[in-house]
């Protein structure tokens, strides 16, 4: 069956403009996460969904940051007013419940000039 | 929340060599989970190992619980074997925790 998507792959965006990526979970899975991962470090926790509820925003790092789910699917990550150091890969996950096996899409790579 | 660490941070490895990467955690797991991040950046799950103790053809992965600690070994490596090898957990939540990596490079 088909796996996490991601879009965009890439994006280019210059400072101060607000970009939007989206993920699209393993069907049926109900808890969606998002993580941040910087050049040569380990992925970040960011924000988790249980179906369209945002039970937890506790690592996104700044209010620039906003993340939906309005219909226990498909996901957005949203950043305004980009800055520099946002420059990361953004991966997205999904799994069936909270504490079982995460699965994750190909990233999507946002670099800030 | 938990601390994961993993060692060694690099490894090189001749084609045909096994290896053994470890994953040591701070607190108590309800998850674990090895990965495999390819070239692109792909995050392959390897295994889903909160204890015991699994194995996927030429991949095999022990996690003892009581100690605080996994092992992932890879047995007759392959050119293909390269890549960022990645151990995350949690506990007593939903949020995965990951390791540095161990970044391994197998030469033909």
């Known amino acids: 069956g088909a796996g996490v998507s991601q879009s965009p792959r890439y994006k280019v965006a210059k400072r101060g403009q607000d970009v939007a990526l989206r993920c699209d979970p393993i069907?049926?899975?109900?808890?969606l996460f998002w993580y941040q991962q910087a050049l040569g470090q380990g992925p970040e926790f960011l924000t988790y969904f249980q179906n369209e509820a945002q039970l937890d925003k506790s690592g996104l790092p700044s209010d620039r940051f906003f993340a939906e789910r309005p219909e226990g699917s498909v996901s957005t990550l949203k950043i305004q007013r980009t800055q520099q150091e946002d420059s990361a890969v953004y991966l997205c996950a999904s799994s069936l419940d909270p504490s079982n096996e995460q699965f994750f899409g190909p990233g999507t790579r946002l670099t800030v000039l | 929340g938990i601390q994961v660490e993993q060692s060694p941070p690099d490894l090189i490895l001749q084609e045909g060599a096994n290896s053994t990467l470890r994953c040591n955690f701070s607190d108590s797991v309800n998850n674990l989970q090895w990965f495999h991040q390819n070239p692109w950046g792909q995050l392959i799950n390897l295994f889903y190992i909160p204890s015991g103790t699994k194995q996927n053809g030429r991949l095999s992965a022990t996690t003892v619980a009581t100690e605080r600690y996994s092992l992932l070994y890879i047995s007759s490596s392959q050119t293909t074997d390269s890549g960022v090898y990645f151990c995350?957990?949690?506990?007593?939540?939903?949020?995965?925790?990951f390791g540095a990596g161990t970044t391994v490079t197998v030469r033909a």
């Open positions: 995350a957990a949690c506990s007593n939540d939903y949020k995965l925790s």
């Open positions: 069907s049926g899975h109900v808890s």
